[in-house]
């Protein structure tokens, strides 16, 4: 089982869109089993509140519900717990690495080899898609299905 934490400032924009986007591109592959997805935040700002509604809007749009997902913060558990930690962008992997109390495994990694385009301040929720969608696409493909 591989488990991946995906994460950003609030987790309700991009982390979120990445968990079921993932989730989504694994149930397709016929290998949903194989992974334990979730997201969380840096922040507290947005704790307890679901995912945006325009991101919940373009997850929608492609057929993916994010139903029940509420923001949480990522916690130094976490890090012992998942195999992966998946920040959005730069800032957020410092504050990963701090609250994580560093990546003495090197779990911590960005999603794309640049910053995820980040819709709260853009408004454009389908470059964050693309943005995910390609993140995604590229994780699932770095695993070789159990068995192979």
Not at 35 to 58: C, D, H, L, M, Q
Not at 68 to 91: E, H, P, S, V
Request: hydrophobic share 35%; with cysteine; proline share 5%.
């Amino acid at each position: 089982m591989h488990k991946i934490l995906f994460v950003c400032h609030g987790n309700i924009c991009r982390s979120p869109m990445a968990e079921f986007i993932m989730k989504h591109l694994a149930s397709e592959a016929g290998r949903a089993e194989e992974f334990e997805i979730a997201s969380a935040a840096t922040s507290t700002e947005e704790i307890g509140n679901p995912v945006y509604p325009p991101a919940r809007r373009k997850l929608a749009e492609h057929g993916i519900s994010c139903e029940g997902k509420y923001a949480r913060q990522l916690t130094r558990r976490d890090y012992d717990y998942y195999d992966l930690l998946i920040g959005m962008d730069t800032y957020n992997i410092r504050n990963m690495t701090r609250m994580c109390g560093g990546d003495p495994d090197g779990k911590i990694r960005m999603l794309l080899d640049r910053d995820v385009a980040d819709p709260w301040y853009t408004d454009n929720f389908d470059a964050t898609w693309r943005d995910c969608v390609k993140g995604c696409t590229e994780l699932l493909n770095s695993f070789m299905p159990f068995g192979k």
